[in-house]
């Protein structure tokens, strides 16, 4: 079954830091572009990061540039999205997901997605 996981979400105060991870399982990340995405309650999903397959090409959304860094490591079939200052407005479900070959990501462009992970920063 294939599939993306992503875990690492929880309950942070403003300026702290969290790491999401997201595992695949029942195929390789090596030749798949991968996003972060988030939805916050009563608005659209909407793109945070984006990585090319071999890591060497990295975007982010304005709004998280500086404070967002997204990485992946191949061997261990994982994506990570560090997040540091975070603010209350970075309150959302992440989402993972994968896109094969090149491109970049968009919400409609993708192939599989993970369910979620909800986070919440709040004093």
């Known amino acids: 079954q294939l599939q993306l996981v992503e875990s690492g979400g929880g309950l942070v105060q403003p300026g702290g830091s969290l790491r999401l991870s997201c595992a695949a399982s029942g195929f390789t990340l090596d030749y798949y572009t991968i996003g972060w995405f988030r939805q916050a309650p009563g608005k659209e999903r909407e793109g945070v990061s984006c990585i090319s397959s071999s890591g060497g090409s990295t975007n982010y959304a304005d709004s998280v540039k500086g404070r967002f860094t997204i990485s992946r490591d191949n061997a261990k079939n994982t994506a990570y999205l560090q997040m540091n200052s975070l603010k209350p407005e970075d309150t959302a479900v992440y989402y993972c997901?994968?896109?094969?070959?090149?491109?970049?990501?968009?919400?409609?462009?993708?192939?599989?997605w993970g369910k979620g992970t909800l986070v919440t920063v709040s004093s």
């Open positions: 997901a994968a896109r094969y070959g090149l491109g970049w990501c968009f919400v409609g462009g993708m192939d599989y």
